[in-house]
């Protein structure tokens, strides 16, 4: 189950350290130019590595991986919403600037966050990182729910203009679901689970500094 749970950990970060090297790289090179395709320049492996934290669900409900359930599911599948349903189904959110914003905040997390799991899963606490993971949350996660927020909010006119995702179903009695009303109502739960989310880490954060404090009095 280590080598197991480390592989998934390593290619994650791989893969996520891919993307904000590229990102920082084009956005160093070409400035703001390099938001209108930054989508198309890192999209496909930034879906795969969403596609794959799914697993992270999975590891949570076998017990592979001790985190809790609930902030996990709210993380993984927030991402997937806004990838997938908000971003990739609409061609012109693909060029905004805010995507870019949202990909950097994603990632500037996630390649500390894997590489914690990572030592954690063989056994190995390296004192910096372990800071790191339960400090930078702070001002990248409401950033990130800011920018998810705006995201969607920018979509909007897409979905209602286009359509998508918008059906009327022929059932005993009429039913129509238009998506846009579907987003808005999105956009108030996110907040909710992001209160949620900070108060588990920002629980994980003071067991932290209490056990870190309690070492460092031995000593």
């Not at 320049?41 to 076998?62: A, F, K, W």
Request: glycine share 4%; proline share 4%; hydrophobic share 50%.
């Amino acid at each position: 189950m280590k080598i197991y749970l480390s592989v998934y950990y390593l290619l994650q970060f791989c893969g996520h350290s891919w993307i904000f090297t590229n990102m920082t790289a084009r956005l160093l090179f070409f400035g703001k130019d390099s938001f209108a395709d930054t989508f198309y320049t890192i999209g496909l492996v930034m879906q795969v590595c969403q596609l794959l934290s799914v697993l992270e669900i999975l590891h949570v409900v076998l017990g592979m991986d001790q985190q809790s359930f609930l902030p996990k599911f709210i993380q993984v599948t927030e991402r997937l919403v806004i990838l997938f349903v908000v971003i990739s189904s609409q061609e012109e959110m693909q060029s905004k600037c805010i995507v870019c914003v949202l990909f950097f905040l994603w990632n500037l997390w996630d390649v500390i966050r894997y590489p914690y799991h990572l030592l954690s899963a063989v056994g190995i606490d390296y004192p910096a990182l372990t800071w790191l993971y339960h400090t930078l949350w702070i001002p990248v996660y409401p950033l990130s729910l800011l920018a998810e927020v705006y995201t969607v909010y920018e979509s909007l006119p897409y979905f209602e203009a286009f359509g998508t995702f918008c059906y009327k179903m022929a059932l005993p009695f009429a039913v129509s679901i238009y998506f846009p009303y579907v987003l808005k109502v999105y956009e108030v739960i996110l907040p909710a689970g992001m209160l949620y989310t900070c108060n588990h880490l920002l629980l994980e954060r003071n067991l932290y500094l209490k056990q870190r404090h309690l070492k460092l009095k031995v000593k």
